[in-house]
């Protein structure tokens, strides 16, 4: 299994970004259950920002509710993740993440075994 990150970047607060993540590899031909991403910014703990599950049911961290969008395409086994109005706040590595979990959480995003190298957003 591979998850593969792209669309980081650094931007001014108030600015937006889009991540990707392209995931391949997965042996049975069936979406994951739950995927989504989490991050890391330096000296802190990993944090789950969003999750998306098979049926398409979104859940964020309280604070990026409203100003990030988490999106798939299962076709192609693609996540994005749209994130507008950037706060410095949100400086950190991102990570794409995927797995079975059935209760599909924004919170369990970290505790995910599959994951790719990350992205870094920065923003001043």
């Known amino acids: ?12 607060a108030g600015g937006s970004l889009t991540l990707s993540c392209a995931a391949s590899g997965k042996g049975d031909g069936n979406p994951y259950r739950c995927m989504g991403f989490f991050r890391q910014a330096p000296g802190q703990e990993r944090e789950g920002v969003a999750s998306i599950s098979r049926h398409d049911v979104p859940t964020y961290l309280t604070s990026v509710k409203g100003r990030f969008t988490i999106s798939k395409d299962t076709a192609k086994n693609t996540l994005d993740l749209q994130m507008d109005n950037l706060q410095p706040e949100d ?13 599909c959480s924004a919170f369990a ?12 957003v920065t923003v001043s």
């Open 1 to 12: 299994v591979q998850l593969v990150e792209s669309g980081g970047g650094s931007v001014q």
């Open 109 to 120: 995003m970290p505790s995910f075994a599959n994951r790719g190298q990350g992205t870094q």
């Open 91 to 103: 400086t950190a590595m991102y990570c794409c993440a995927a797995g079975e979990l059935i209760m």
